[in-house]
Nanobody, 124 residues
């Protein structure tokens, strides 16, 4: 299985931006995509965004106009660029990899490997 190492996160003011990174290593599958989820004490784990092996991207409605997911194949790294952040975006963010589609990407059960998570806190 692949191993996912996350970096980024921290404290940012409302309206600010932050970029999260997720680097894959080990036995990666060229047909797997990378997805991003988030979880807060008040909410269950929510789908945020995903990028498939062919470059197709999928977004939750709550972040569609503010977040951008990308992938650098040379570094085997996925990035989640978060702009115009609000306190409602505060959560632990996780990346995951698996064989996904636009519909199945929202199901946490399809992913074979997960990152360790990173805290994102947005202040007022």
């Amino acid at each position: 299985q692949a191993q996912l190492a996350q970096s980024g996160g921290g404290l940012v003011e409302s309206g600010g931006s932050m970029r999260l990174s997720c680097t894959l290593s080990g036995r990666t599958n060229p047909r797997y995509g990378v997805s991003w989820f988030r979880q807060s004490p008040e909410k269950e784990r929510q789908f945020v965004a995903a990028i498939n092996y062919n470059g197709s991207t999928y977004y939750a409605d709550s972040v569609k106009d503010r977040f951008t997911v990308s992938r650098d194949n040379a570094d085997n790294t996925s990035y989640l660029q978060m702009n115009n952040l609000t306190p409602e975006d505060t959560a632990v963010y996780y990346c995951a990899t698996g064989l996904l589609t636009r519909v199945s990407s929202r199901d946490t059960r399809i992913y074979s490997s997960w990152g360790q998570g990173t805290q994102v806190t947005v202040s007022s």
